[in-house]
């Protein structure tokens, strides 16, 4: 396949400043790339390095003009990069079809260029939208309702009753709508406390590889547009994630649980039960939350503090051994002094 850099342009509504006509016919990183290829200039560690790419054109920021090589000039370059790339890469499209060796309940639903694979096993009264793509050895509990444009990738299980918007993508061995952590203390064992509630995925989700959502106890558990989830996250029963919030690997939130709108939890966060997480909070890795966060917070450390304090304290602690000896000292002379007084 190949393209003009004139075309390209036009798709990720950018400006050319060289030779419109030239042909590109692939993309690559950025070290890698080759007369034939575009690739990414997008921050100031390789706009510095942009003379020594051999790549035939280069994605820059709007504002960037200190180069003789062929630019498109965006106003994101990473995600007209990314717009790049399904150009040359499009996704894989399986051919709409039900195969015979996928399992199909009663009073099935399903939307046209609606794509099952074998080895699928769909519940009964289950309903479906158009060009809905399920893998193989997907699980699909009877009442699921699934909208548009979905992508189910291979030992996923959406259980029953549950809820998937339009346009969503689900990665391999995910789970949604498993039984939440809940257990009634009964003597010396613990009694189930069923979960009756669902989880509800809104439109332009996309969950990551090996998730695991709970159900909830009542009601549901809620992801609301936008969110995306990395490999390894798990949501608890009846936790609410905000819109366009972003989960990253091995995240845990603990039931009941409201985060807001546009929140970044790092990779190994964890979020004890019951509290809200407000809108635009950033949650650093490995941190552990142990208390409600307000709107605007960056937080990290384990209790989580006040992103300025923790970064004071991380500056301390190497120290703490040579204070802990003159405190020592300190103390020495003051006994001293208290002894002759």
Same mark, same amino acid.
């Given at each position: 396949?190949?393209?003009?850099?004139?075309?390209?342009?036009?798709?990720?509504?950018g400006?050319?400043?060289?030779?419109?006509?030239?042909?590109?016919?692939?993309?690559?990183?950025?070290?890698?790339?080759?007369?034939?290829?575009?690739?990414?200039?997008?921050n100031?560690?390789?706009?510095?390095?942009?003379?020594?790419?051999?790549?035939?054109?280069?994605?820059?920021?709007?504002?960037?003009?200190?180069?003789?090589?062929?630019?498109?000039?965006?106003?994101?370059?990473?995600?007209?990069?990314?717009?790049v790339?399904?150009?040359?890469?499009?996704?894989?499209?399986?051919?709409?079809?039900?195969?015979?060796?996928?399992?199909?309940?009663?009073?099935?639903?399903?939307?046209?260029?609606?794509?099952?694979?074998?080895?699928?096993?769909?519940?009964?009264?289950?309903?479906? *939208?158009?060009?809905?793509?399920?893998?193989?050895n997907?699980?699909?509990?009877?009442?699921?309702?699934?909208?548009?444009?979905?992508?189910? +990738?291979?030992?996923?299980?959406?259980?029953?009753r549950?809820?998937?918007?339009?346009?969503?993508?689900?990665?391999?061995?995910?789970?949604v709508? !498993?039984?939440?952590?809940?257990?009634?203390?009964?003597?010396?064992?613990y009694?189930?406390?069923?979960?009756?509630?669902?989880?509800?995925?809104?439109?332009?989700?996309?969950? *990551?590889?090996?998730?695991?959502?709970?159900? *909830?106890?009542?009601?549901?558990?809620?992801?609301?547009? *936008?969110?995306?989830?990395?490999?390894?996250?798990?949501?608890?029963?009846?936790?609410?994630?905000?819109?366009?919030?972003?989960?990253?690997a091995?995240?845990?939130?603990?039931?009941?649980?409201?985060?807001?709108?546009?929140?970044?939890?790092?990779?190994?966060a964890?979020?004890?039960? +019951?509290?809200?997480?407000?809108?635009?909070?950033?949650?650093?890795?490995? !941190?552990?939350?142990?208390?409600?966060?307000? !709107?605007?917070?960056?937080?990290?450390?384990s209790?989580?503090?006040p +992103?300025?304090?923790?970064?004071?304290?991380?500056?301390?602690?190497?120290?703490?051994?040579?204070?802990?000896?003159?405190?020592?000292?300190?103390?020495?002379?003051?006994?001293?002094?208290?002894?002759?007084?």
């Open positions: 396949m190949e393209i003009s850099l004139a075309k390209i342009a036009e798709i990720v509504a400006e050319v400043k060289g030779d419109v006509h030239k042909r590109i016919r692939d993309v690559a990183p950025f070290d890698e790339a080759h007369s034939d290829a575009i690739t990414l200039a997008g100031p560690k390789f706009l510095k390095q942009i003379d020594a790419t051999d790549a035939g054109a280069v994605i820059v920021p709007r504002d960037f003009q200190a180069s003789l090589k062929n630019l498109v000039l965006v106003e994101n370059p990473q995600v007209a990069f990314a717009k790339l399904k150009i040359f890469h499009p996704p894989l499209k399986p051919q709409p079809g039900i195969s015979s060796e996928a399992h199909i309940g009663e009073e099935f639903t399903g939307g046209q260029d609606v794509s099952i694979a074998p080895f699928a096993a769909i519940g009964n009264n289950v309903t479906v *939208g158009q060009r809905v793509n399920i893998s193989s997907v699980f699909i509990g009877d009442n699921v309702v699934i909208g548009n444009d979905v992508k189910v +990738h291979p030992n996923v299980a959406i259980l029953e549950c809820r998937v918007g339009n346009r969503v993508i689900i990665h391999a061995g995910t789970i709508g !498993s039984d939440g952590f809940g257990f009634a203390p009964d003597g010396e064992t009694y189930k406390i069923p979960h009756i509630g669902i989880v509800q995925i809104d439109d332009d989700v996309e969950i *990551g590889a090996l998730n695991t959502i709970d159900r *909830g106890t009542f009601g549901k558990t809620w992801i609301q547009k *936008g969110v995306k989830t990395d490999n390894l996250v798990h949501v608890a029963h009846n936790v609410t994630v905000g819109e366009n919030s972003i989960l990253v091995q995240v845990g939130i603990s039931g009941s649980v409201t985060i807001g709108k546009h929140a970044v939890l790092a990779g190994q964890g979020v004890a039960g +019951h509290l809200n997480i407000g809108d635009n909070v950033i949650i650093g890795p490995q !941190s552990g939350v142990a208390k409600s966060v307000p !709107s605007g917070e960056v937080v990290s450390g209790v989580a503090m +992103h300025r304090i923790w970064l004071k304290v991380q500056r301390i602690l190497p120290t703490l051994p040579e204070l802990k000896k003159r405190l020592s000292e300190v103390e020495k002379r003051l006994r001293k002094y208290e002894d002759n007084l």
